[in-house]
């Protein structure tokens, strides 16, 4: 039987554009069909103008969001959404975000035998018993 290759890391999948946090809470807040004007965007995300205005930018250039500019009465008004394709690539990257995780725990979840066993987390010390069994009592 021929062997497989390896399995591509998720982490590969992820769009960059999602990389920094204001650009991914801001498609986070749009969810699907939803539009929202500039100053409640600001308000959810809790970001100065200047930080939202870069992000929408940066969206806006990759087509994720559409900007709407008008008028509330007297009022300029500026109205965010995202598109189709920008729910689409949120979607992928919340896919690929899933699949990391799924892909870190799946060689932890057998030893040798194929008994399922509990993955060794950076930081935690070796611990006693089988899974599902307490560790050490620790004072402290």
């Known amino acids: 039987m021929p062997e497989q290759p390896p399995r591509q890391h998720p982490r590969l999948r992820l769009d960059d554009s999602f990389a920094s946090p204001i650009r991914f809470s801001l498609m986070a807040a749009l969810g699907d069909d939803l539009e929202l004007d500039f100053a409640t965007l600001g308000s959810i995300l809790q970001v100065s103008d200047s930080a939202l205005s870069k992000a929408i930018s940066a969206l806006e250039a990759e087509r994720y969001v559409q900007v709407r500019r008008g008028r ?54 070796d611990r006693p018993g089988q899974p599902g069994e307490p560790g050490p009592v620790v004072a402290g």
């Open 72 to 125: 509330a009465g007297s009022r300029p008004r500026t109205w965010v959404a995202g598109t189709a394709e920008g729910r689409h690539a949120f979607q992928a990257h919340l896919d690929a975000l899933r699949a990391i995780v799924e892909f870190g725990w799946a060689p932890a979840q057998s030893d040798q035998s194929g008994q399922p066993r509990e993955p060794d987390l950076p930081g935690q010390p």
